[in-house]
C-alpha cells in the first residue's frame, strides 16, 4: 500500500513537472498567436514613395538580465511582406537558454522557402561597443548583403538568399519577450536606407514603444529607448 | 517495491523524458525574433478609391472569386497595400483566405530569379508577368503553408508596373490561384461589372 502510495506520488509529480514545462514548447505558437512580444523603436514606412531598397543602422551594445526562457534582442530589418511574415533581419540576441549568458550576433530569415535562424558563433559583440549593421541587395540571384562594422574594419559578411525578394519597409528595433527586461542604455543612431546609390538618413519616421518601454527620439534615424525591469 | 509499480514509474519516467526533450528540441529549433507587425491601418473602400485616384494607380484585383467570397478588408500604408478576401468575414490581413499585397518593388521581373512555375499573359488592362509557388511556407497559415503567385502588373493606362504577392491559404490552393490571377482587372473595372 505505502508503495503504491509513493508510485502516485511520484507519478503526479513528474505529471506536473511535464505541464509546466510544455509551454516552453508551446511558446513559438503561442508568441506567434498573441504577438506578445515588446517593441521599442522605428518604422521607416511614413514616406509616400518607398526608396528603401535596404537598411543601415548603428546600435550600442548592451546586456541586460534576461530572466527565465526569454530573449532580448536589438536589430535592422528589411520587411518583405506583412501579409505573409517574411523577413530578413540582423543584430544580436541575447537569449539565455540558447547561448547564455553573453549575447550574438544573430541573421534571421524567414519567407516563401523556409524560416532559417542564425546565431554567429564568432565573432562576438562586445558590451558598450557600437557596431553598424548594414542589410542591403546584392543584386545577385535574388541575394541579401549582411554586413557587421565595427568602426571601418567589416567584422562579419555573408549572402542570405530570399524569396520573394522585395522590401515592403524598414525597421529598427530593440525586442524582449517581457518587460521585466531592463533596456536602459538602447541608442540606435546613423539609421540609413539604401535607395539604389547611396545610403542616405531617414529622413522620416513613425515610433513604437510599447509599454513598460520608452523611446527618446532624436531625430528620424536616432533614438534612446528605456524602461522595464 | 511491488514489481508492477516499479514498471509503472520506470515506463513513466521514459515518457517523461520524452516529453521533455522534445519539447525542448522544438524550442531550440524554433527560436525566432520576429519584426514589429503591421503598422497600417484598416481603410473604408471609398478612402480606398480616393487614395488610389490621388496616386494615379491602377489597382488590379480578381473580377471572379471562388464561391461565397468576398471583399472584407484593405490594409493601407504609404508602401504597402493589403486587400483580402474571406468566405466567413475574415477581414485581419493574416489570416483571410484570399490576400492581394501590393507595393513598388525594388527589382523589375528581368532581373528576378525563377522561382516558380513562370506566367507571362497580356489582358487589355495589363502586361502581367511573374512566378507562382504550389506550396510556399507560411506562418499565417493553419498548415504552415500558401499557394503564392509574385507579379510585375504594368498597367496599360498608366504604364506603372506594380510588384503584387497573390496567395490563398487552405482549404483553397493552386487552382483556385490560378483562376484569380486570370481574373485580374482594374478595380474600377471590377466594380463596374459589378
Known sequence: MRNIKLAIIVLGFMLCSAFLIMPIGAQDNLLTEADPYLYAGYYFYNGEVNDAFGVSGKIYTISPAVPGINHFAQWVNVMISYRNHYWIQMGYIKDLLHRGLIPVFHIEVNDAWSHRFRFISTPKPQVGVTYKYIIIPAYEDGKWDCIILRGESVIFETTMETNPFDCDDVQAFTETTIGEINIVGTHFSELSYFNGRGFPLWDHHVPRADSPYYLKEKSHYEFYAYGGG | ?194
Open chain 2, 1 to 194: 517495491m511491488n514489481k508492477k509499480v516499479r514498471v509503472l514509474i520506470q515506463t513513466s519516467v521514459i515518457i517523461v523524458f520524452i516529453i521533455t526533450v522534445s519539447m525542448f528540441a522544438h524550442y531550440l529549433l524554433t527560436s525566432s525574433v520576429p519584426p514589429a507587425p503591421f503598422p497600417g491601418k484598416q481603410i473604408t473602400l471609398d478612402e480606398f478609391h480616393e487614395i488610389v485616384k490621388t496616386r494615379d494607380l491602377d489597382i488590379f484585383i480578381p473580377s471572379s472569386l471562388p464561391m461565397g467570397y468576398k471583399l472584407t478588408g484593405i490594409w493601407y500604408m504609404p508602401t504597402d497595400i493589403i486587400i483580402v478576401f474571406d468566405n466567413r468575414g475574415v477581414s485581419d490581413y493574416r489570416y483571410a483566405r484570399i490576400g492581394l499585397e501590393i507595393s513598388r518593388g525594388i527589382i523589375t521581373f528581368e532581373q528576378s530569379k525563377p522561382y516558380g512555375r513562370v506566367i507571362k499573359y497580356e489582358t487589355p488592362y495589363a502586361i502581367i508577368r511573374g512566378y507562382v509557388l504550389e506550396k510556399a511556407h507560411c506562418d499565417y497559415s493553419p498548415t504552415g503553408y500558401i499557394s503564392l503567385a509574385e507579379l510585375w502588373i504594368t498597367s496599360k493606362r498608366t504604364w506603372k508596373t506594380m510588384h503584387y504577392l497573390i496567395d490563398v491559404r487552405p482549404p483553397l490552393g493552386i487552382n483556385e490561384l490560378m483562376s484569380i490571377i486570370y481574373s485580374l482587372k482594374p478595380m474600377d473595372e471590377v466594380f463596374k461589372e459589378e
